[in-house]
């Protein structure tokens, strides 16, 4: 199947201004329902908010002190939900919380993590326990106990293209570096300019408008459609490390600071640690949002204050802006992570606009659901929801990695343990009339067995164009390859990029 990339005309149903979780994961639930989609997302899929999380589908423990325990039993559901979906990309993971007995007594921690256990449904993840901590361990040697308990990861930006493509092949229409300009009210639809790069603009319309622009909900309403915004938004930076592996194991930890804030150290693509995250209030333009040097040593020190071994060199930073719904809350990072979705319509009752606000990674698809929920009224014709029980893209079924290293013998190990962590089942497509190594195409990285194989099939399916978009959000290569690796990359698509 080929995922075209060019603009469109015509008239929808609903049409999804955002491509980021929330975005993709409406339009993946609306074209699953029955109805003709199209999203617009102005950058690349997944170039903001979605690709700068701490990359965990969580619970989110530390909620249950501000006593949020709808939230959290609602993300608690949603792993197990997801991890069903699309285990190539959600993993269960283990945290460790090294106890500090003057910032959060032990009993506290107990009563908490007992909480996490049993608020939600725990099929596939293990329990929580005290734990005497191993003296030769990666900790210093005055943390002797703490507790363990279960999240899981996830590839972020990945999940938001798997949503893409689930949409896509439900029907959508997805258009990456196409921005709304406006969108007004006509005879009960809405027409909507968009404007693709390097193309005029041009008008399409839609029975019902969905605004999930994260960070942008209001700017959007405000300047693009002309109304006024139900909620305003609190934005709060977030910033991350990625530093070299800081130890062995697969296990991260959740590490308390004396401003009882909380970071964690998450093993990263093997080689690395991840290290994050802030919470600054940001008045910025979310597209420039950088780390700060302030951010850089706040993490520094914390993992310094817990690790025998301190990082050597930050191999790359990281950040993004949380678009959060203002509940008033002083401290930043005690503004709720909850959502809220707000539907208006014009004087007839129709043209519905439904706005996005807040919400985690974690709980995207009931975030979809429910939006949709909200629209059923004005499509009756539409089916029920399916994306609690089938997979996305690349999670229908178990690849078995043995199987497919006989079928092709002379495919690097390593390579194809790659693909399937980032495509799953979808190396087939990747490997669709593969037969020799020559029909990988050219060579670009030999350290990390990049083809122009590779390429061409992430700009056919996954809408990529740039060596960024492959670089550091369909695949983190960019984290391995040299400055000649990467520009032969970008050599490569100049030559080969198919000309919208
Ligand atoms: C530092 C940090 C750590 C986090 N960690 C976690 C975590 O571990 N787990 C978790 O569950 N959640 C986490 N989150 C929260 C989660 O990442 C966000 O809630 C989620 O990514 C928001 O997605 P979104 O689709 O609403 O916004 P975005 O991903 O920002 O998408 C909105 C899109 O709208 C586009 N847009 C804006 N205006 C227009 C226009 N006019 N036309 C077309 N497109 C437009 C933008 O380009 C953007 O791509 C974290 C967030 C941050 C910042």
Same mark, same amino acid.
């Given at each position: 199947m080929f995922y075209p990339n060019t603009t469109t005309q015509g008239s929808f149903d609903l049409l999804v201004i955002g491509g980021g979780i929330n975005g993709t994961g409406i339009a993946a639930d609306a074209a699953g329902r029955g109805l003709s989609v199209c999203l617009c997302e102005?950058?690349?899929?997944?170039?903001?908010?979605s690709s700068a999380s701490s990359k965990l589908i969580h619970?989110?423990?530390?909620?249950l002190e501000h006593y949020e325990f709808r939230m959290v039993r609602e993300a608690l559901t949603e792993r197990e939900v997801l991890m069903a979906k699309a285990p190539h990309l959600i993993h269960p993971l283990r945290f460790i919380l090294p106890h500090q007995p003057h910032l959060r007594p032990a009993w506290l921690i107990r009563a908490g993590l007992f909480l996490y256990d049993h608020l939600g449904p725990r099929q596939h993840l293990q329990g929580s326990q005290y734990l005497s901590l191993?003296?030769?361990? $990666?900790?210093?040697? =005055?943390?002797h106990t703490g507790f363990a308990y279960s999240d899981c990861w996830v590839d972020d930006a990945r999940l938001v293209v798997a949503n893409a493509q689930a949409a896509y092949e439900g029907g959508a229409k997805i258009l990456p570096r196409?921005?709304?300009l406006r969108a007004t009210r006509q005879n009960d639809l809405w027409h909507i300019e968009l404007k693709t790069e390097n193309q005029p603009p041009y008008s399409v319309t839609a029975k019902a408008l969905v605004?999930?622009?994260?960070?942008w909900a209001v700017q959007v309403l405000e300047h693009c459609l002309h109304t006024k915004s139900p909620h305003s938004l609190r934005l709060v930076r977030g910033s991350h490390l990625v530093v $070299?592996?800081?130890? =062995?194991?697969?296990q991260a930890y959740i590490l308390q600071n004396e401003d009882r804030r909380i970071v964690f150290a998450i093993p990263y693509w093997d080689q690395f640690t991840l290290i994050g995250t802030t919470d600054c209030e940001y008045q910025g333009d979310p597209a420039q949002v950088q780390i700060t040097e302030e951010e850089q040593s706040y993490l520094l020190d914390i993992i310094q204050r817990y690790f025998r071994q301190a990082p050597t060199e930050v191999v790359h930073r990281f950040s993004g802006v949380r678009p959060l719904f203002n509940d008033?809350?002083?401290?930043p990072s005690a503004v709720t992570r909850d959502f809220s979705l707000k539907v208006s319509t014009n004087a007839n009752g129709l043209a519905p606009l439904l706005s996005v606000f807040g919400g985690k990674l974690t709980t995207y698809r009931v975030l979809a659901e429910q939006a949709l929920d909200l629209l059923s009224p004005f499509f009756p014709q539409m089916n029920p929801s399916?994306?609690?029980h089938t997979a996305l893209p690349g999670g229908e079924y178990p690849l078995n990695q043995q199987a497919v290293q006989e079928r092709?013998?002379?495919?690097?190990q390593s390579l194809l343990q790659r693909w399937i962590k980032q495509y799953g089942c979808r190396v087939e497509s990747l490997l669709?009339?593969?037969?020799?190594?020559?029909?990988?195409?050219?060579?670009?990285s030999a350290s990390m067995h990049l083809y122009g194989r590779e390429l061409d099939y992430l700009c056919q399916y996954e809408w990529a164009q740039t060596a960024e978009d492959i670089l550091w959000?369909?695949?983190?290569?960019g984290l391995f390859l040299s400055p000649s690796d990467c520009a032969a990359v970008e050599d490569y698509l100049k030559a080969n990029r198919p000309k919208h």
């Open positions: 102005q950058d690349d899929l997944a170039q903001h908010t619970g989110g423990l530390r909620y191993d003296r030769d361990g $990666p900790l210093k040697p =005055e943390f196409t921005r709304c605004n999930a622009t994260g960070p $070299p592996r800081l130890y =062995e194991g697969t008033q809350a002083q401290d399916q994306t609690a092709y013998p002379w495919l690097d669709d009339s593969v037969q020799t190594l020559e029909d990988l195409g050219p060579l670009l959000r369909r695949t983190k290569l």
